[in-house]
């Protein structure tokens, strides 16, 4: 073998040792790389769960804070609504009782005028006059409160008002002044004979009036007593 077969020879081998190697080193890296990516991927993962978990969390407690501030909102509003219906219904139930009170006023007045009517002029004079002013208060007091009262309930009072006011409204104005007592006794006997039927038409009306009222005031209702609790019959109780 001469000397340049021996040189191929030789190179030969290292090119082979050298490839052998530059394989070897290349597997070594790759598989280095290999083990950091997936490493990284790992931490990358970890890392990520930890901000979403944080992110999720700092989302709930702003939510939270803000459907707490919501409720508190709404507590308050509700409160507040509570106490205008509160006040409303309070007022309401004011304005109910004194338009009772004027309608019984009024309409006892009458019936003492009536009685007053059979007892002569005079008598006669001094219930008109003041017949006459407990009217004058009824429609200025519905007028202003109407609002507080429903649309047939407001009707049923004015038909009250009215039907008070035409019945002696003559004898009102023959007795304020002016007139003869021979006018007077005129009306008076008039108002004498229709007052009855008139009476007993305003009483119907007025009946109906304090029904509504006792259902709006709850008048009926035993406050210690539940709504789903049946009451023995009548004839039950011993």
């Known amino acids: 073998m001469t000397y340049w077969q021996e040189l191929v020879k030789l190179l030969g081998g290292f090119a082979a040792l050298v490839g052998a190697v530059a394989y070897l080193v290349k597997i070594l890296i790759s598989h280095f790389l290999s083990k950091d990516l997936t490493a990284y991927k790992e931490q990358l993962s970890t890392e990520s769960a930890k901000k979403v978990a944080a992110f999720k ?134 108002f004498i004979e229709k007052w009855p039927d008139e009476s007993s038409r305003i009483l119907t009306v007025m009946s109906s009036i304090e029904a509504e009222f006792r259902s709006i005031l709850a008048s009926d209702t035993n406050p210690f007593t539940k709504s789903n609790e049946k009451r023995p019959p009548e004839d039950a109780i011993p």
């Open 57 to 190: 969390a700092d989302l709930a407690a702003d939510n939270k804070k803000k459907i707490e501030g919501f409720k508190a909102k709404l507590d308050v509003l509700t409160q507040e609504s509570v106490i205008r219906f509160t006040k409303l219904h309070e007022k309401r139930i004011e304005i109910l009782s004194e338009m009772y009170l004027l309608l019984e006023d009024a309409y006892t007045s009458m019936g003492l005028l009536a009685a007053g009517c059979k007892d002569g002029v005079e008598l006669t004079k001094d219930f008109t006059e003041k017949a006459a002013e407990k009217n004058r208060k009824l429609f200025p007091f519905l007028s202003k409160n109407k609002l507080y009262f429903s649309s047939e309930l407001s009707k049923q009072i004015f038909t009250v008002i009215e039907g008070l006011h035409n019945s002696a409204f003559d004898l009102v104005i023959v007795s304020s002044g002016g007139h003869t007592d021979e006018e007077v006794s005129k009306r008076r006997a008039e």
